[in-house]
């Protein structure tokens, strides 16, 4: 629910709309339109990110957030293994730091509609253990 408040809080749909619409236009243009294209998949998938940080503000825990994430993604409300999840969310990232700059370059070139799910957890659990983080939740004590 906390992911789905940010959205709100932050007029993602608005703001995804009017890119959208701005967007539209540009799209039979050469190269102005794919990266005007490029430019909108960007924010869409940032605005993600913040939602997810939206959702570890409401619960305070990353493994109460990585486990929703983790039953959302996987489709089940059985047990899982959060762990697990945010052990191979840490792997991914250094996995993904130590390969083949094309293999990278792939990855990152993907047309997604949100980050990977273990790219999101592994975001999130750098923000979690930031100075940004542990900031805001002071600030609100």
Known sequence: ??????????????????????????????????????????WRLAAEYSCDRAALLVAQDVNVVAGAMLKLFAGTA?????????????????????????VRASVNMQVRTHPLPVKRLSELDKWFNSDEYKSILQKNV
Do not use: M, V, W
């Open 1 to 42: 629910i906390g992911h789905e408040l940010g959205h709100l809080k932050c007029s993602h749909s608005l703001y995804l709309t009017l890119g959208g619409l701005a967007t539209t236009p540009l799209r039979g243009l050469p190269l102005l339109g794919s990266q005007a294209e490029q430019l909108l998949q960007r």
């Open 78 to 102: 059985r047990a899982t293994n959060t762990q697990a999840f945010i052990d191979q969310s840490k792997e991914y990232e250094k996995l993904l730091k130590d390969a083949n700059p094309l």
